[in-house]
């Protein structure tokens, strides 16, 4: 991938990096970051060590498969082991490839990002921000001080929320509406989160909520196409992602995963069929922040084609410059909130992607390259596009809570042990 490609000021950041970075031969050519053996410990110490009951990593650098390794059980009750072809749960990492779809329609000239949200959906039109409680107790209402922009949405700066406390008005106006049921339409959900106030002004605050629920939306409406159709129309069928989709029947049933929780002791207990509830039927409602099943390998077909500026042997999907500016941040400098997104280490946010603007500056923090992109999932899946080094990483570990196990520090800091700029500070305690 031609590094003279990315813009200002991303470039800036990028071509310092790659300055500094990766290990060099004798003959002064760059030689491969990725020690497989390397990554293959820390993936099989996760297992051995930390007791996880099972995980994969597929790894692509300079365009070639430089490792592919699995471990323990996708199911260890039935004692069947992680697999190539094993299907996860990627919860969250549904969120990226929701915003491709989104931004092949911004590359056809159907909508631009400043637009307005009520523009293509008039069901935000008469939303209302609550801004606390009167002296009796009863919640104050403001109008939004602007309009709700499309890249508000893609940024997660809209002011949606669930709620922050139980007996809010927020908390219960979205339980009152229930817009996440599984037997809503898409349509349905927007019109009823329409109808539930927002936790600030648009712009302010960095609020996960369900925004790319409703990119989902506006691509259903924007195309007038069910939003599952033009997934696979769009990205599955010409990225030839064969085995990615809400559902699959029970005839798939020996490659799926089960979900594990980790418990007081330190074991690991099999999850109750409510963490996948939502995937055990088709569904009317088909969310863009959620529910897609995956193989490592379809999901790497994604990655590379993020890497690859937007194309995937032959088959572009996105153009260049709208991967360059989905992996930019984008996030206001009066943001005066982002709940836990600093807990992904020095990063800031595109559309639908964190992204790396430091490099790690604690022993603790996750190794990673400065311009690097990347989400992750519930479940602990991870996946990230580095077009410093070239490469693109995806890992699957099916268990909760999230970061019980340094699954995807131990799996960065292994591709990233011999590069300066990426590396996390060794601890010298």
Same mark, same amino acid.
């Given at each position: 991938m031609s590094k003279a490609k990315f813009s200002l000021p991303l470039a800036t950041l990028i071509l310092a990096a790659f300055a500094i970075s990766g290990p060099v031969s004798v003959e002064g050519q760059a030689t491969r970051l990725v020690d497989a053996t390397r990554v293959d410990n820390a993936l099989a110490n996760l297992v051995n060590e930390h007791g996880l009951i099972g995980v994969s990593g597929l790894v692509y650098e300079k365009g070639e498969?430089?490792? /592919? *390794?699995?471990? *323990?059980?996708?199911?260890?009750?039935? =004692?069947?082991?992680?697999?190539?072809? #094993?299907?996860?749960?990627?919860?969250?990492?549904?969120?990226?490839?929701?915003?491709?779809?989104?931004?092949?329609?911004?590359?056809?000239?159907? /909508?631009?990002?400043?637009?307005?949200?009520?523009?293509?959906?008039?069901?935000?039109? =008469?939303?209302?921000?609550?801004?606390? =409680?009167?002296?009796?107790?009863?919640?104050?209402? +403001?109008?939004?001080?602007?309009?709700?922009?499309?890249?508000?949405? #893609?940024?997660?700066?809209?002011?949606?929320?669930?709620?922050?406390?139980?007996?809010?008005?927020?908390?219960?106006?979205?339980?009152?509406?229930?817009?996440?049921? /599984?037997?809503?339409?898409?349509?349905?959900?927007?019109?009823?989160?329409?109808?539930?106030?927002?936790?600030?002004?648009?712009?302010?605050?960095?609020?996960?909520?369900?925004?790319?629920?409703?990119?989902?939306?506006?691509?259903?409406?924007?195309?007038?196409?069910?939003?599952?159709?033009?997934?696979?129309? =769009?990205?599955?069928?010409?990225?030839?992602?064969?085995?990615?989709?809400?559902?699959?029947?029970?005839?798939?049933?020996?490659?799926?995963?089960?979900?594990?929780?980790?418990?007081?002791?330190?074991?690991? +207990?099999?999850?109750?069929?409510?963490?996948?509830? /939502?995937?055990?039927?088709?569904?009317a409602l088909t969310p863009g922040g959620y529910g897609l099943i995956s193989t490592l390998d379809d999901y790497m077909r994604f990655a590379r084609m993020l890497l690859n500026e937007g194309e995937l042997e032959g088959t572009r999907i996105l153009q260049p410059d709208t991967v360059r500016l989905m992996a930019t941040n984008a996030l206001p400098a009066t943001l005066t909130d982002s709940i836990w997104l600093p807990s992904k280490g020095q990063v800031g946010f595109g559309i639908d992607f964190a992204v790396r603007i430091a490099s790690p500056a604690t022993p603790e923090e996750s190794s990673g390259e400065i311009g690097e992109f990347f989400w992750d999932g519930r479940a602990s899946t991870l996946f990230w596009v580095d077009p410093v080094n070239d490469i693109a990483a995806v890992l699957f570990a099916q268990f909760m809570p999230f970061g019980a196990v340094p699954a995807h520090k131990d799996f960065r800091d292994a591709i990233y042990f011999d590069d300066a700029s990426a590396a996390a500070p060794k601890d010298d305690r």
């Open positions: 498969e430089v490792y /592919f *390794g699995a471990h *323990g059980f996708a199911e260890r009750e039935a =004692n069947r082991p992680m697999r190539r072809d #094993t299907l996860a749960y990627i919860y969250s990492m549904t969120k990226p490839i929701t915003g491709v779809a989104l931004m092949t329609l911004y590359d056809r000239g159907k /909508f631009k990002l400043d637009d307005p949200l009520s523009k293509y959906a008039p069901e935000f039109s =008469n939303l209302k921000v609550y801004s606390g =409680n009167d002296d009796k107790g009863d919640p104050i209402y +403001e109008k939004p001080k602007r309009p709700i922009t499309i890249r508000d949405v #893609t940024r997660h700066t809209a002011g949606f929320s669930r709620g922050e406390s139980p007996d809010g008005p927020i908390t219960q106006a979205y339980l009152a509406e229930d817009p996440r049921n /599984f037997n809503n339409t898409l349509t349905e959900m927007a019109e009823k989160l329409g109808r539930v106030p927002l936790a600030c002004h648009p712009g302010e605050r960095w609020l996960y909520g369900d925004s790319v629920d409703l990119q989902a939306f506006l691509v259903e409406r924007i195309s007038g196409q069910p939003f599952d159709e033009y997934l696979k129309a =769009n990205i599955f069928k010409p990225l030839g992602m064969q085995e990615t989709a809400y559902y699959f029947g029970p005839e798939h049933d020996n490659r799926r995963t089960r979900i594990y929780v980790k418990q007081d002791d330190g074991s690991f +207990e099999v999850e109750d069929m409510e963490r996948i509830e /939502f995937n055990q039927e088709p569904r």
